[in-house]
């Protein structure tokens, strides 16, 4: 995941990659991950709205641990 989120990163403008993961605590997660001008732009879908309010909590923690490996996230959505 880490190593597709470095090629994003250097690759130029609209570009997305779109992940799925389903870590049991958590269900299913739909990633959009977008380059846009000003950075990275990140969509995450939940499937429980639980995980979408803790996700929506945490977006920031999540973007600071992002920024921490070199990349550059101007925006993290969570939805249901």
Known sequence: VENALKEIARSKD???ISLRL???ELGTLKI???????GLHARIVA????VSNLLRER????AGVLRKIG??????TVSV
């Open 14 to 16: 609209g570009k997305t």
């Open 32 to 38: 959009d991950v977008s380059k846009r001008e000003n």
């Open 71 to 76: 990349l550059d996230v101007e925006k993290i």
């Open 59 to 62: 977006a920031g923690e999540l």
């Open 22 to 24: 389903d870590p049991p």
């Open 47 to 50: 499937e429980s709205p639980a």
